[in-house]
Nanobody, 116 residues
Framework: QVQLVESRGGLVQSGGSLRLSCAAS????????MRWYRQGPAAQRELVAG???????SYADSVKGRFTISRDNAMGTVDLQMNNLKPEDTAVYYC??????????WGQGTQVTVYA
């Protein structure tokens, strides 16, 4: 079992920055990948960024060069640094962890709103 607690999102002006954090507790040694997803208004949930236990990262094309994902395996945390935010980044952001095997867990989601 893994429990996830996300930091609060926020309201930020276009071009601004915001950092999201997610803290996992429970079976930390079983976590393989940690990811951030988002779901905008009337849109499907999409993968924003992911990082594996050995620090391999991947990003959606729409956020490359603007967002940076990082994790601390010992603490069980994953952060998403978001720079140069755009209105189209407005969404509910979800933390996700994927365990060795096929089990995954989701955070409760946090709202990020970017205004022009």
């Amino acid at each position: 079992q893994v429990q996830l607690v996300e930091s609060r999102g926020g309201l930020v002006q276009s071009g601004g920055s915001l950092r999201l954090s997610c803290a996992a507790s429970g079976s930390l040694s079983r976590i393989y990948a940690m990811r951030w997803y988002r779901q905008g208004p009337a849109a499907q949930r999409e993968l924003v960024a992911g990082i594996t236990r050995d620090d391999r990262t991947s990003y959606a094309d729409s956020v490359k060069g603007r967002f940076t994902i990082s994790r601390d395996n010992a603490m069980g945390t994953v952060d998403l640094q978001m720079n140069n935010l755009k209105p189209e980044d407005t969404a509910v952001y979800y933390c996700n962890v994927f365990l060795f095997g096929t089990t995954e867990y989701w955070g409760q989601g946090t709202q990020v709103t970017v205004y022009a």
